[in-house]
């Protein structure tokens, strides 16, 4: 099948570039209508290409070897399907866009064959397009003012270029081959082949004039592309060189203006702003910047469904967090090395409370003095000075600080238990002044203990 269109010259062919410019095949029924339209057909592109008897022939018994695109039929010529695709009105010849470089004969010849063929010379003579061919456009630009461009003319196309000082790259490079296609550049950027310009004219010059487009192409604005400082492995960054002014100096010894662009920007555009393809990648990275604000995922969700930047977000998250963990607990193992002691934090209070209230509460065999004890502690908890000891206590921290004083200042120091100073404990153990002999205030407080004792109770010993 074939895979270019069939004049010689004409560049549309089965690729990306032309997926919008349709491609017919010479018409394949077996009658004698159709026959004689394919005979009309070949006769037209046999003025342009040689082809023998043979080949003839060939085209006329439906071999599917020779394809039209739409550009050499007129739109008067062509109508959509139920699919929406375009198909060739029955009898429709190429009428325009043919080759005209070739010789001069033919074109001749062509002009016959128009007249020839059943094409209505009404409808053809409406048909209007601006440059004949090739030759035509070259004699008619070079009496063209274009007041910005510089035209450039040569034997197989011509070109303007408008610069921008002080970027030395032009700003606008339009380039007309023979087959009147243009082709834009913009700083060295080619436009996509999707561009409206391209598209609104069929990418030739038989659609609009050249200082029509030129000034079309000037009107539009430059996409300034995405000036946020972000990193997207879809941005490019579109560099343009910069003349260099001897008498300033430089920091560095060249000088250029950068873009980070789309690989599809569309560098010209209608608004002045940035273009819709840049617009998306700028959008693209305000999600991710707001997912990765976003709070972590939740421990239930599958793995398989969530967005992979997420995973790994959640991933850097908990590595973080049992890095510090990590560091915390070699900074406890540390400490306990060296101190033997760990000083509890009110935190870690609070929870060993917590921890002695369930237990309580549960522990039906927990001793009354315990529970006291317990209850002592948090309530003291954390007052600092000016504290209030339980008489019970006094008495256990006494019996302690007896036993071994050391010992004594060791728990305490701790800060495991709330326990009164030795200080204190002192106030207490001498509130009766210690004298020789018998001690009157001795003998009173000896009274008071005993009185609501009975018998053996009652005895006792002094050391
Ligand atoms: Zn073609
Ligand atoms: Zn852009």
New binding site residues.
């Given amino acids: 099948m074939a895979t270019n269109c069939a004049f010689p010259g004409c560049p549309v062919q089965r690729i990306a570039k032309y997926k919008d410019v349709s491609l017919f095949k010479i018409p394949q029924r077996k009658n004698e209508f159709y026959s004689k339209w394919r005979k009309n057909l070949v006769d037209i592109l046999s003025q342009y290409r040689v082809m023998d008897t043979k080949s003839k022939q060939q085209v006329m018994e439906c071999e599917k070897t020779i394809c039209f695109c739409e550009r050499h039929f007129a739109p008067e010529d062509m109508e959509l399907t139920k699919n929406g695709h375009k198909t060739l009105r029955l009898e429709a010849l190429p009428t325009i866009n043919l080759p005209t470089k070739s010789q001069d004969k033919p074109i001749i010849e062509r002009r016959q064959i128009i007249r020839q063929s059943e094409v209505n010379d009404t409808m053809n003579s409406t048909r209007k397009y601006y440059y004949e061919n090739f030759t035509d456009l070259c004699k008619r630009v070079t009496s063209l003012k274009l007041n910005d461009w510089h035209i450039y003319v040569s034997d197989n196309n011509i070109i303007f270029k408008m610069f921008s000082p002080p970027c030395i790259v032009p700003q606008f490079k339009v380039t007309v081959d023979e087959s009147l296609e243009f082709t834009i550049v913009i700083f060295g950027w080619l436009l996509p082949d999707d561009h409206m310009l391209y598209k609104k004219h069929y990418r030739s010059v038989r659609n609009i004039t050249i200082s029509e487009l030129l000034k079309n192409i000037k009107c539009l604005n430059l996409?300034?592309?995405?000036y946020d400082d972000i990193k997207s492995k879809d941005l490019i960054l579109h560099v343009v060189p910069c003349d260099i002014d001897t008498q300033v100096e430089y920091d560095l010894p060249f000088q250029t203006i950068g873009y980070e662009?789309?690989k599809n920007?569309?560098?010209l555009?209608e608004e002045d702003s940035?273009?819709s393809?840049?617009?998306k990648i700028l959008q693209k990275h305000t999600k991710v910047q707001k997912a990765k604000s976003y709070s972590p995922v939740h421990p239930n969700t599958p793995l398989s469904k969530t967005n992979p930047e997420r995973i790994i977000m959640e991933l850097k998250e908990q590595r973080k967090e049992v890095k510090d963990l990590q560091n915390k607990l070699i900074k406890m193992e540390n400490e306990i090395k060296l101190n033997s002691s760990v000083i509890v934090d009110e935190e870690l209070g609070q929870d060993i409370f917590k921890i002695m209230d369930d237990n309580s509460e549960s522990m039906s065999s927990i001793s009354p003095f315990m529970k006291l004890f317990w209850e002592q502690q948090k309530k003291i908890f954390g007052k600092g000075t000016g504290v209030r000891y339980h008489p019970m206590i006094i008495r256990f921290c006494l019996s302690l600080a007896s036993k071994s004083a050391s010992t004594y200042d060791e728990l305490r120091s701790s800060n495991i238990l709330t326990l009164p100073s030795r200080r204190t404990l002192r106030d207490y153990k001498n509130a009766v002044k210690p004298e020789a002999g018998f001690n009157p205030e001795v003998i009173q407080e000896l009274i008071k203990v005993a009185t609501p004792l009975e018998g053996h109770q009652r005895c006792g010993t002094f050391i």
């Fill in positions: 996409c300034p592309g995405v662009r789309s920007c569309l560098v555009n940035i273009c393809n840049c617009e």
